[in-house]
């Protein structure tokens, strides 16, 4: 199951994100990639999602050690063993267009890296929340990005985005927690606070440092770089990311 | 690829092993499962292996944060994917023959935990070292007891074998390390030493706990309980680990 408004959306990010300069919509990987930088940028892109995805495997698998019960145990290890998948497709998938994956890992490392050591759960429902909002707002990303996309590389966003939604597992534990103690719900709304903060911190760096990606991130390569652009997907991000909180009993 | 002796003869167990007094090899679950005892024995196996394939997930994700590279560490978190979907298919099973699995696998959590809290690997050698001779002893115990076994849990057990043996990636990882500095040989062949006392020491804890499954062990409920014969299969599997270990390069 799936929870919230980005779910019952499918169509949601070409709707909001800007229109399309470069057309890369309509064509496929052949043609899309011999423009350098279009290329450039979807290395970027499917190196940053892998590495994701491996960390988010090992994260996951890491918090599984604080379920109250060896279903919950299974659960959360049901998640990362999906995650750690996930990077398995983009990895081979960088391999088949040519690239070192590792190479193309490299340059986010360091983000991700920073993201959960500044983010480590002290608790299960802090594990849980973290789950849920990871895998929410990844899901936020996969689709704003999917619809900028060749029409290859888009099939295999969209078909990893479909994979996931394994927050329905979270969401319920958490909404029981708050049932059974309301002050639980003021503890885990810094939590997610804190994890937003944290992530849009991360991907700030990145924006930076990555200047193909984060152009392809804003509507593609004529158009040259827009700041304020990214800070509008952001926007709509932390906004659906504001709902969900909402909607789950967490004043964000 | 599999290394050594163990995989070269499938038909090792049957060629070892004791008779088989009850017949029930030759049986079906529908039939067999009529004993209570053995229905009991196979209840406590399935447990028993599923919550080891659990805990092995949790410490190879664990262990995946020593990795030098993203390709080792990537290569570390596939055996712990693997192991996750082996639990998947005995925790599914024991549901399928009407049995609580978390209550199937309770028994067995102090004496996995306890293994793995004794074994933590400093570095990444002890690591793949621990993964290789796990993996291996597994192996080689799943197919001990499979000719044990009515035909349907056989199926099962001999499924979830086939699908092991990622442990070549390690045994090339340590041969490269011992070949680069002998003395790394020397740490390595205490710490698998360890290894194989800890585990020993913790299945006898096991062993001494479930009659049920114990004596089925040992070739069938018909003759009783008999501690020599579970003796010996320790001593056929601390054989074929102590060869392996030769082979890699480490004095067991």
Do not use: C
Request: aromatic share 8%; glycine share 8%; charged share 30%.
């Amino acid at each position: 199951m799936r929870f919230m408004t980005s779910s019952d959306k499918p169509g949601n990010a070409s709707e909001t994100a800007p229109a399309e300069p470069t057309g890369v919509a309509a064509r496929d990987w052949a043609s899309a990639s011999a423009d350098p930088q279009y290329r450039a940028a979807v290395v970027d892109l499917l190196g940053a999602l892998a590495y994701g995805e491996l960390a988010a495997f090992e994260r996951l698998a890491e918090d599984a050690k604080l379920a109250p019960t060896l279903e919950d145990k299974a659960e959360l290890a049901k998640m990362a063993s999906a995650e750690f998948h996930h990077f398995e497709r983009l990895r081979d998938r960088l391999a088949e267009i040519g690239e070192e994956p590792t190479r193309a890992m490299e340059p986010f490392v360091a983000a991700y890296d920073g993201f959960h050591k500044q983010t480590a759960p002290s608790d299960w429902l802090e594990g849980l929340v973290k789950a849920y909002v990871g895998d929410s707002i990844a899901s936020d990303f996969y689709r704003e990005v999917a619809a900028r996309l060749d029409s290859d590389s888009r099939d295999l966003v969209l078909a990893v985005l479909d994979d996931t939604g394994h927050g329905g597992f979270a969401v319920e534990k958490v909404r029981a927690a708050i049932d059974a103690d309301p002050r639980v719900g003021g503890r885990l709304a810094l939590w997610a606070r804190r994890l937003m903060g944290e992530a849009l911190s991360q991907s700030q760096r990145v924006v930076a440092d990555r200047d193909a990606l984060s152009t392809m991130l804003v509507g593609g390569v004529a158009d040259g770089f827009d700041l304020a652009e990214v800070g509008r997907m952001f926007s709509r991000i932390t906004e659906a990311h504001t709902k969900r909180m909402a909607a789950l009993g967490l004043a964000a």
